[in-house]
């Protein structure tokens, strides 16, 4: 049979039939686009989900590092943070780890797998999703200073015993504080041994004592006031004794010695006031050197010398060598002292409204501290301690530790390097 030559024609551009086919291949790609945007959208959100919670965890993880174990708060953060089972996925392991016990650097892993819906398709049934989140923590090679001062009793109730246990907290906690790095030129650690007087060494020290107590001085200092019964010199005061007072007052402070109150051995049994120290071996080695005075108590003396190592106004004072410390104030300067005490003031403790009064010159100078800016943390260790007057002096509860034994004074001190090294934590990865 012979087609017309338009029919032929007809036949030969016909484009009906065609669209069936090329129907169904663009509706499977659709089908393939549409479950890939689904399932490619759940997998990033999981994945910031899982970053977000894996970013918290290890930041507050590194954040008590002295005080729990940092796997264990990683993985019990990172649960709290991210819902089991979000979308769908699945945790197949988490972990975190530091690469030494200071937790200068710390990282955590997460392994997740993410179902896929409309990509089973395309024979992928699930997606495997890894977290990584690297944590930092530290004063090496940051902008942010530290003038820290540690006000410790050596007096003699607190015992050779107390005075160990001391040693031992007090070296902790700077090895967490300088990281295991040997030099922090941001971190000045100053140590003030105290019992009714704190030791300033003899040498280039007479003229910070008053005249009247030259004659004899051997390094030992106390406060500025009488006491008994009190003048008008002023212990609230942060003015260097360099600096001349007006009429009838002194910025120059006493020496405990001729005062049978004080009971004053013949010499300085007490280790001497360190100032200013930025390396670790120094510190250690100053803390090590404490030991117990044959000497009553008066904390509120060594706080008021702790408060004197972070005044700028004794720039060049301390150690005209170094001009510049203590550091004058800035937003990147943190300041605070730590003061353990084991033993109540047992020299002035009397109502006569004419005589010093050790404890209310204690919480004066806590106020003193405090209104220039120095956070104080107060640790009471053992029974001797006076808790409630310590109590009082700590700005809140947050400052204020209890320590009735080693292993509790190790961790209030390590807890206190915790808080001092906070706002030195950072994401690094």
Known sequence: MIFPK???????????????????VCITALILAVGLAVDVGRVYAVRVKAQQASDAAMLGAVATASQSPVNAEYIALFNSNFPPGYMGSTLVAIGGSCANANASLCTGKVTLTVPMTLMVLANANSRQLNVTTQVSRGFANQPQKLELTLVADNSNRMGIGGVNALRNAADNMVNLIFGGVAVLPN???SLVPYANYVNLRAANRLTWIQP????????LAENRNSDNPRNAYDDGTDTPPTVLAGPGASNQFRTPLN???????????IAQ????????????????????????????VGLLWGRMTLSPAWQSVWDITRPTLPWSLNAQLSRAIVLVSGSRDN???????????????????CVAAETNGIEVFIVAYGGGADQTMLANCAADQAHFFVA??????????????????????????
């Open 273 to 300: 006031l360190q100032f200013a120290q930025t390396t670790l071996a120094s510190v250690r080695n100053s803390i090590n050197n404490m030991t117990v005075a044959s000497s009553r108590t008066r904390t509120n």
């Open 347 to 365: 020299v002035f403790t009397g109502n006569n409204i004419a005589i010093t009064n050790d404890d209310a010159e204690m919480l004066r100078q």
């Open 6 to 24: 338009a029919a032929a024609s007809r036949l030969y551009t016909a484009r009906s039939g065609a669209v069936f086919p090329i129907f169904a």
């Open 404 to 429: 009735p034994n080693q292993q509790s004074l190790n961790t209030a001190l390590a807890s206190i390097a915790d808080t001092l090294l906070f706002n030195t934590i950072r994401l690094s990865q």
């Open 187 to 189: 971190v000045a650690v």
């Open 259 to 269: 005062r049978l109150l004080d009971m004053v051995p013949a010499g300085p049994q």
């Open 212 to 219: 009247a107590y030259q004659p004899g001085y051997n390094g």
